[in-house]
């Protein structure tokens, strides 16, 4: 199922991790940007130690799409906040990479981006997400998220940090509903 995704991520990572739309759609077919979800697609899951640290791991997870109408602003290029919303969903799938490879499971929710914008990517570019996590703690964890353009061999835009809140509340109270519910996610 999961033989064409690269990397030495998991099978069950893999799978986990390739059905993005059910991870965020949550059951609402026309939820904000469905169809830009629908269209990504997951290309390499790879759990490694860190170059600084290695006894630290980290995870690189790559997401491709191509760039199209739905994304763009009206000068034709991929809007900004297209931009910072496939950001803060593919940065998920590293974060959630690395926990899951370490048997944790949780949801966390987004608390800061800080984004630069390079060079514009335009309708018909493939574009490559590429996510790695920098940290990943058991109330915080921030991933570095780079799109490029596969088209143009150039950087289109970073996260330089990204800072995910982890509820750690819910599933201190509710631990059993909560890996339920992943499980069924999976």
């Known amino acids: ?28 077919p026309n939820s904000f940007a469905a169809s830009i979800l629908r269209r990504l697609t997951l290309a390499e899951v790879t759990i490694k130690s860190n170059v600084v640290e290695p006894q630290r791991k980290e995870s690189l997870v790559v997401y491709t799409i191509t760039v199209e109408e739905d994304m763009v602003n009206g000068g034709g290029n991929i809007h ?12 998920t799938g590293s974060i959630m990479a690395l926990k899951i490879s370490q048997g944790v499971a949780s949801f966390d929710v987004s608390q800061s981006l800080n984004i ?26 921030s991933a570095r998220t780079e799109i490029w353009s596969e088209t143009h061999h150039r950087l289109s835009g970073k996260c330089v940090s990204k800072v995910r809140a982890v509820t750690h509340r819910t599933f201190d109270r509710d631990r059993e509903k909560v890996n339920k519910t992943i499980t069924t996610l999976r």
């Open 1 to 28: 199922m999961s033989s064409a995704i690269v990397g030495n991520g998991s099978e069950e990572i893999k799978a986990h991790l390739k059905d993005i739309p059910k991870l965020f759609l949550n059951g609402r």
């Open 80 to 91: 900004g906040g297209c931009s910072a919303f496939l950001i803060d969903v593919c940065s």
């Open 116 to 141: 630069v914008y390079h060079a514009p990517a335009t309708i018909g570019e493939n574009l490559r997400i590429v996510n790695t996590t920098m940290t990943v703690g058991r109330r915080v964890a």
